[in-house]
T-cell receptor, first 111, second 116 residues
Framework: DADVTQTPRNRITKTGKRIMLECSQT?????MYWYRQDPGLGLRLIYY???????NKGEISDGYSVSRQAQAKFSLSLESAIPNQTALYFC??????????FGPGTRLTVL | AQSVSQHNHHVILSEAASLELGCNYS??????LFWYVQYPGQHLQLLLK??????LVKGIKGFEAEFIKSKFSFNLRKPSVQWSDTAEYFC??????????????FGTGTRLLVSP
């Protein structure tokens, strides 16, 4: 079984809709992250969390929110989706050595 | 703020050619360095990492990278590429200024195409 799972894997939605992307991990790591990947821009950090009580904004947090429901779960929400949020979204976890382990990604299309 | 530069955005090689992908970072303190690979349609996987010790690190699938502190570089190499190495490669740097967490910063990636 995969250590980091993401649901859904693909999603097409319309402008203005609320979307939630979910991430679960079985690695027992405290640290979790949400990135988006766009062609030519690499991966950019949206939010990260040290533990259940610690949430931090990344470099592109505007338009996004997160919830750390448990050590193993970290959800990303788009309150009102817009077309430029069309991207590939990755969840990741890490231990204190900061080697990150990535989920399979969610391809989101906002029409 | 720390930043990571990957100079080659697209590289095309024939099988058996040698590969070197450049990575430079901007931070003068202690760093952890990573190379990740993303095969078509897949998620990122760790190729190799450097935390300390021998600056020449070996990773999976015959890849290696050399940390040159004076040049702020961590270039990825492979003596002989295969068609299956076709992928996108990301360099990443995590800079430590204290015992707290520092974000992992990714380069923009290099797309490698290996022709049979």
């Amino acid at each position: 079984d995969a250590d980091v799972t993401q649901t859904p894997r693909n999603r097409i939605t319309k402008t203005g809709k609320r979307i939630m992307l979910e991430c679960s991990q079985t690695k027992g790591h405290d640290r979790m992250y949400w990135y988006r990947q766009d062609p030519g821009l690499g991966l950019r950090l949206i939010y990260y969390s040290f533990d259940v009580k610690d949430i931090n904004k990344g470099e592109i947090s505007d338009g996004y929110s997160v919830s750390r429901q448990a050590q193993a779960k970290f959800s990303l929400s788009l309150e009102s989706a817009i077309p430029n949020q069309t991207a590939l979204y990755f969840c990741a976890t890490s231990d204190r050595q900061d080697e990150q382990f990535f989920g399979p990604g969610t391809r989101l299309t906002v029409l | 703020a720390q930043s990571v530069s990957q100079h080659n955005h697209h590289v095309i090689l024939s099988e058996a050619a040698s590969l070197e992908l450049g990575c430079n970072y901007s931070y003068g303190g202690t760093v952890n360095l990573f190379w990740y690979v993303q095969y078509p349609g897949q998620h990122l996987q760790l190729l190799l990492k450097y935390f300390s010790g021998d600056p020449l690190v070996k990773g999976i699938k015959g890849f290696e990278a050399e940390f040159i502190k004076s040049k702020f570089s961590f270039n990825l190499r492979k003596p002989s590429v295969q068609w299956s190495d076709t992928a996108e490669y990301f360099c990443a740097v995590n800079a430590r200024v204290n015992t707290g967490f520092q974000k992992l910063v990714f380069g923009t990636g290099t797309r490698l195409l290996v022709s049979p």
